[in-house]
């Protein structure tokens, strides 16, 4: 399997293209129904933080979802150059706190990092901030 790219504007219609393109690749792949479901979900939450975070809903943006598969790795690149995102900042959510109180949003990293088996963010200050999201195929 070859790289894969898609290129989108920075609006939230476009996550189900971001979806559709990263689920055919990762069932392609080999990925089980189940495992495709999360890498999706994991993909569309880093697409849902550089649309509403790093791009604040500014549709004139784009971010690129870069697929890069190998042997047994299936690598996911989002590549923005919106607002940068310092992931040390962030604290571990109290999940028992967050449904108590009926929180919504804010658990997108903490999604990423458990549906995933890596989860990396690189920042080029000016240029470019990519998040780097792996998941390895067990057969």
Same mark, same amino acid.
């Given at each position: 399997? *070859?790289?894969?790219?898609?290129?989108?504007?920075? @609006?939230? !219609?476009? =996550? %189900? /293209?971001?979806?559709?393109?990263?689920?055919?690749?990762?069932?392609?792949?080999?990925?089980?129904?189940?495992?495709?479901?999360?890498?999706?979900?994991?993909?569309?939450?880093?697409?849902?933080?550089?649309?509403?975070?790093?791009?604040?809903?500014?549709?004139?943006?784009?971010? *690129?979802?870069?697929?890069?598969?190998?042997?047994? @790795?299936? !690598?996911? =690149? %989002? /590549?923005?150059?919106?607002?940068?995102?310092?992931?040390?900042?962030?604290?571990?959510?109290?999940?028992?706190?967050?449904?108590?109180?009926?929180?919504?949003?804010?658990?997108?990293?903490?999604?990423?990092?458990?549906?995933?088996?890596?989860?990396?963010?690189?920042?080029?200050?000016?240029?470019?901030?990519?998040?780097?999201?792996?998941?390895?195929?067990?057969?």
């Amino acid at each position: 399997m *070859k790289q894969l790219t898609l290129t989108i504007e920075s @609006r939230t !219609e476009q =996550l %189900i /293209a971001v979806r559709n393109f990263v689920s055919v690749a990762a069932q392609d792949f080999g990925f089980n129904d189940e495992e495709v479901s999360k890498i999706a979900l994991a993909v569309d939450e880093a697409c849902t933080n550089v649309i509403k975070h790093a791009y604040r809903f500014d549709a004139t943006k784009r971010l *690129k979802v870069t697929i890069k598969p190998a042997r047994t @790795r299936f !690598e996911v =690149l %989002i /590549a923005d150059t919106g607002l940068r995102f310092d992931p040390n900042n962030l604290q571990t959510p109290d999940m028992r706190e967050y449904l108590r109180n009926f929180k919504q949003g804010g658990l997108g990293v903490y999604l990423m990092k458990t549906l995933m088996d890596e989860v990396e963010y690189h920042m080029t200050p000016g240029k470019k901030n990519e998040v780097r999201l792996v998941k390895y195929l067990r057969r």
